[in-house]
């Protein structure tokens, strides 16, 4: 089974690497010679388990994950995680002190905004602590310092407070964690890091929970991982449905309980076995790379090479997002000047460079640079795009 490298920059679902294709295509049709795929084998069968157990394995040794906290799988996306999230986190703040507290949210971009709006159409708690629109001309493309809005959390009550590490739309990237949130014991912060998981270095013991859809950085569709702290998953299980139904908060669908599933070890219901295999091929792809450390500095010599060039023709182009928050993920650009767009697009296809228009609520173009995404395919487009701007200036 071939392929000619692609070099497609689309958002997601993303491009993996060829060689996980290849593996995953063999074992679909035979998985460890027993004369089965694996996508045909009970989720409770003994080489379905080790499947689940070996991603469990090579994620934690990937991210140094504590023993503090614990990893499962769910069906579903990002939206089932930032949806399930809400519920869940709400009901562990219950069982935590028997009272209810709104859930913070740090809007900075379109994926935490409707995560927010998620949370308050299940009656769950919740208020924006900022929304970066307001600080940069009412749009998205800037993270507030954080001595601007560290006073609507100092001393406050949250259930949990949110961010997305990665806006994928809009390709605003936190930096670090904010200090305010990290230093604060009580506070227990929830991150959507469906579009940057593992392109990048994180301390795990900073977060209550991590969540990220697989289609992007790690996989398939179909699939969310989640890194949840021990201690929020007791809290979670001493919520009885009593106590949420009494508070109006809303109960959590069993098949997305997590203290249910992570007891079932992420096989409550039919976890889709294929697609968690891909990921931990994804895995042991990363682990011998060299892990997170060599995809890190390989992602910022990407980064790097395409902002330059972006930023050497910025008579021509225009970056919408402010240098200090600019996506090593997904790079948002425009053409300074009308009506090249579509040529844009299509030379840029003729130099077999796809994916690259921006998303529709925002136009102009995203080159999303994810892990699987080579040095050499971006620095085909960096040419590209350097001899666009020569052309068209
Ligand atoms: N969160 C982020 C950061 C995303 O980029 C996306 C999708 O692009 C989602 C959540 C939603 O993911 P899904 O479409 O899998 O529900």
Known sequence: LEREEPHHFGAGPAQLPTSVLQQ???????????????????????????????AKKHLTELMEIPDTHEVFFLQGGGTTGFSSTASNLAAAYVGKTGEIAP?????????????????????????????????????????????????????????????????TVHGVEWPKLPECLTSDPS????????????????????????????????????????????????????????????????????????????????AYNTIP?????????????????????????????????????????SDFYNIPVEKSCRSKMNVVFTLKKEGLDDKFLKEAGEHKLTGLKGHRSVGGFRASIYNALSLESVQKLVEFVKEFAENNA
């Open 187 to 266: 506070i227990e912060v929830v991150a959507d890091l469906s579009s940057d998981i593992l392109s990048r270095k994180i301390d795990v013991s900073q977060y209550g929970m991590i969540l990220a859809g697989a289609q992007k950085n790690i996989g398939l569709a179909g699939l969310t991982l989640y890194i949840i702290k021990k201690t929020i998953l007791e809290e979670i299980s001493k919520a009885s449905e009593d106590e949420l139904h009494k508070l109006g908060l809303p109960i959590t669908p069993i098949a997305f309980h997590y203290p249910t599933v992570v007891k079932n070890d992420s």
């Open 273 to 313: 076995i294929f697609t968690l295999h891909v990921m931990d091929l994804v895995f042991q792809h990363l682990l011998k790379k060299g892990g997170v450390p060599a995809q890190q500095a390989e992602n910022e010599e990407k980064a790097r090479l395409l902002y330059g060039a972006l930023d050497q023709y």
């Open 24 to 54: 995953a295509a063999k074992d679909l049709l035979n998985f460890n010679n027993i004369g089965l795929g694996i996508g045909e084998i009970s989720h409770r069968s003994k080489d379905a388990k080790k499947v689940i157990e070996d």
């Open 103 to 167: 859930a913070g949210y740090l809007v900075t971009g379109s994926w935490s905004q409707k995560s927010f709006e998620e949370a308050k159409r299940l009656h769950v708690p919740a208020e924006v602590i900022f929304n970066s629109k307001d600080y940069y001309n009412g749009k998205y493309g800037s993270i507030p310092d954080e001595s601007q809005w560290a006073d609507k959390v100092k001393g406050k009550k949250f259930s949990y407070v949110y961010l997305c590490e990665n806006e």
